[in-house]
């Protein structure tokens, strides 16, 4: 894995990590289009007031400002700042492009996002995030709620990434459940439950008790609540005899049991019902979900999201959506730092075309641009130095083939092409040669045991 830059937490990748970055990026793009989701872009800045409007910390938020004020004094720009996330800018655009989508609105979106934590492996500064969205007009079907789980197991399933699971949760239930035993703030409930995996139950059951106001009992009954953990749908038997009666505990447990059934009959084992996750983000409303990998659970969640009623709202006209975001730059940290992929070489390169004399370069322009004619990247040496030299160049690059073209003395041109791997070399007409097909572009996979 590439060394820190100097600006920590602002990673940068060498060539061949970056084509393991690529191979994620590639992946959840195939993925999301498959099941499909249209491909936006929004702009890397929105007002202050846009980012901050759902209580987000502005501590942890860049803002952006130009070095010097307009000398001719004229009017100065609203306080911009560099979104943190893809959701509260999503949700700004579809109110300004309302009257241009149709609905439901499918939305995948791939782009870099900032915000100010304390770098440490998981967490930068500056990264990636791929977010998926469903957004009704009005209202939208409970359904989606149930795909938005599937088509996220079906991208992280194709990634090289340990085994994972996606662990999901209903905030209808949760709230339902905290009114039932009669604690009436439920984001403040919530928001101390989303400690619980950092500080442990003890220490949140007495901030339930400090910050909430809860009696000892409720604190007990809300970590009992918490405490269920399921991978089919007997958490409702389990929430059920508990002893609370609410109605909105009721539509939570059937809309949680609706996920849970679907995904125990399409991806058995990838998803559980844990009741402990809560989403700190007060705009979450339903289905929440969080994904963490198995063995590495320290790394935090490397993919969630949830519900949301009026995140994107205009006037009485309101856009409920469900959406995942992946944290790509926290996957791919992780499967550098532990070796769990590579590609296969650091450059697109598949061959390199040597020069038998400074004259040739030209000629040997003539072979390149009828090998990237047929989608075969290749590149010309630069100089006409011994063939071993050259083909030492090609070695170090991690360029799989040399090209030789010779000259006899009747003017007639030979062609052959040597996989410097084996160092089988054998006749090859630029006009129908091929690389065997594993070596016509990188690509990324398991690590190659270099055995002994």
Known sequence: MASKTSLSGFPEWL?????????????????????????IETRAVETVDQLLRKGEIDKEVYGVSRLQEDEDGGPKEGQLALHFDLTVPFARYVVDSAGHLNFPFRRYQIQKVWRGERPQEGRAREFTQADIDVVGDGALPFRYDVEMALVIIDALSKLPIPEFVLRVNNRKLAEGFYRGIGLSDAPAVLRELDKLEKIGAQAVAANLIENVGA???????????????????????????????????????????????????????????????????????????????????????????????????????????????????RLVSRILSQGLAEASRSVPTAVLISLVDEDS????????????????????????????????HADRRGIPFVWFSTRDESGAVTHEVKDIRSGEQVPADPASWMPPTEDLRPSVGAPVSSGD
Do not use: M, N
């Not at 970056?18 to 959840?28: G, K, S």
């Not at 969630?304 to 994107?312: M, P």
């Open 361 to 392: 370069w030209s000629e040997a322009q003539d072979v390149a641009q009828q090998l990237r004619a047929r989608g075969i990247s290749c590149e010309v040496s630069a100089s006409a130095a011994k063939f071993g030299k050259q083909i030492r």
């Open 215 to 329: 009696t000892q009992d409720q604190a007990d009954a809300a970590l009992k609540l918490a405490s269920i953990r399921t991978e089919d749908a007997s958490f409702v038997e389990q929430v059920r005899a508990l002893g609370v009666q609410d109605e909105l505990l009721d539509e939570g447990l059937a809309e949680l049991e609706e996920v849970v059934a679907e995904a125990v009959r399409r991806a058995p084992g990838k998803l559980v019902a844990d009741l402990s996750i809560a989403r700190g983000l007060d705009y979450y409303t339903g289905t929440v979900y969080e994904t963490v990998l198995v063995g590495h659970e320290k790394l935090g969640s490397v993919c969630s999201g949830g519900r949301y009623e009026s995140l994107a709202s205009s006037g009485k006209r309101t856009f409920p959506g469900v959406g995942l975001s992946v944290g790509v730059t």
């Open 15 to 39: 060539p061949q990590e970056r084509l393991v970055e690529l191979h994620v990026l590639d992946t959840l793009r195939e993925t999301f289009e498959l099941h499909g989701f249209s491909s």
